[in-house]
């Protein structure tokens, strides 16, 4: 037998104790359960009621936050890009207020500027004008009698020269009548033989005195009639010629025919309205054109004669067509035909200010047509020695004329020059030297005195200077 095992039939001392603590630590732990739950109803009889919340409710509460951080986060990454923005855009105002403007920097902080060199030139002064072909003879044929047209010999449009049968009339009639007074004048100049043998009969019957000196006076008196009379007969005949000369009418000159309005069998009358044709002289033609009256003194300043009475050459004038070369206003056209100055007006248009010219020009190629509309442009004289520039490297401030140019030292040098006359691109100027290097690229923000390094410009200036001999003008003269 084990000693923890109490023997059968015997009773432990240790059993009730056992019991008894058991029940009382039972006890305990009830009492304080009980104790513990009614602290729990006491607590949530004190508390507020919860409210109900729905699906939709959660759901939303949930996505709130989402939201809210989605919204920091894109505000924070905009202010981050503004601020580099800002911070580079203020770096780069700096870096170009730091830096010299207009061009890039050299060694030792020298601006780079294209330069051109101011060239010495005779020019010649042009003016330019609107001007129309002319023809030097133009004519309407027509009719100088009533008649029936028999042949037409000309073409519409034909070249034509001067002597051409161009038409011929019916001219049985015209032939009838001069023929009637030729035989009247044959008639007329026999009856005067015999009045003259009469005449002289009687001066020898008077002289012997068979006769009274009244039969001698009425002799004469005859004589004298009949001579008269055959001067008459003459006449009559030089007309019938004269009117059938009519009926063939020929070119009064070198030209071309327009169109022709009659045919074989039409009525020719001297009544008519329209030309049988109409002819114009095409080579030479003419061109007239008009000029401010301000320009009227060097006009006939070039057209007066030399020293000792010699003739004066004529201005030369040249023609451009506007259409075929879009730079004519610009000088760039190269000119089609070149001739001269033969007519001034006597009389300068009080409404307009203007002066009525005329040039004469060489047309055996046809190139000019009457009517056509074109520019001319007509030298006056030339500008000796002249001082050319780029119009582009000049700058306006106010009513002053400047330009930069490069000094000896090395830096920008501010001139101030007066434009005596342009033409195409260039200028004539004054107040700059010839070979002085002129700046032409860069010069928008140079200021006196600022280093800069000096490289040929864009443009070649002796091309421009070698346009300059035939460019016409584009603006002011001196």
Do not use: C
Not at 226 to 244: F, P
Request: aromatic fraction near 4%.
């Amino acid at each position: 037998m084990t000693s923890g095992t109490p023997a059968p039939g015997k009773t432990s001392r240790r059993g009730p104790i056992v019991s008894l603590q058991s029940h009382r630590i039972a006890g305990t732990i009830g009492s304080l359960t009980e104790a513990k739950q009614s602290s729990a109803d006491a607590d949530l009889s004190f508390r507020a009621p919860l409210p109900s919340l729905s699906l939709e409710k959660v759901n939303s509460m949930r996505r709130k936050p989402v939201v809210l951080s989605l919204i920091i986060v894109l505000l924070v990454a905009g202010g981050g890009w503004w601020w580099k923005s800002r911070a580079a855009s203020q770096a780069a105002r700096a870096e170009a207020a730091s830096a010299p403007a207009g061009g890039a920097s050299g060694a030792g902080g020298a601006q780079t500027v294209g330069v051109v060199l101011a060239r010495q030139q005779d020019v010649p002064v042009v003016v330019e004008a609107s001007g129309t072909v002319a023809a030097l003879n133009q004519v309407d044929v027509r009719a100088q009698t009533t008649a029936i047209v028999r042949d037409v010999l000309v073409k519409d449009g034909q070249s034509v020269h001067k002597g051409q049968l161009l038409f011929r009339f019916d001219e049985r009639a015209d032939r009838a009548n001069l023929d009637k007074a030729r035989a009247q004048l044959a008639k007329d100049k026999a009856s005067l033989a015999d009045l003259q043998r009469q005449y002289e009969r009687a001066k020898e019957l008077l002289a012997q005195k068979f006769v009274a000196q009244s039969a001698l006076d009425t002799a004469l008196s005859s004589l004298e009639g009949g001579r008269s009379l055959v001067v008459a007969d003459e006449a009559a005949v030089q007309s019938a010629e004269v009117a059938l000369s009519y009926n063939e009418i020929r070119a009064p000159f070198a030209g071309r025919a327009g169109a022709v309005n009659v045919w074989p069998g039409s009525l020719a009358q001297t009544s008519a309205t329209t030309p049988l044709v109409n002819i114009v002289q095409i080579d030479p033609v003419g061109i007239t054109f008009n000029l401010p009256e301000t320009e009227l003194a060097p006009v006939l300043e070039a057209m007066r004669p030399g020293a000792g009475g010699t003739q004066a050459t004529p201005p030369e004038v040249q023609v451009v067509l506007p259409g075929i070369d879009s730079g004519a206003r610009r000088g760039k056209a190269e000119p089609i035909a070149r001739g001269k100055l033969i007519f001034v007006d006597n009389l300068v248009d009080a409404t307009t200010g203007t002066i009525k010219l005329k040039a004469e020009f060489e047309n055996k190629q046809q190139k000019l047509w009457p009517g056509q509309y074109l520019r001319v442009r007509m030298t006056l004289r030339s500008i000796k020695d002249a001082v050319v520039i780029p119009q582009a490297a000049i700058i306006l401030r106010g009513t002053d004329r400047q330009i930069y140019v490069v000094g000896p030292d090395k830096t920008a040098q501010l001139k101030t020059i007066r434009m005596r006359y342009t033409f195409g691109e260039l200028a004539v100027v004054d107040g700059v030297e010839a070979g002085a290097t002129v700046v032409l690229d860069g010069k928008q923000n140079l200021r006196p005195g600022v280093p800069v390094r000096a490289q040929p410009a864009a443009v070649d200036p002796a091309a421009a200077a070698r346009q300059a001999a035939a460019a016409g003008p584009e603006g002011a003269g001196a």
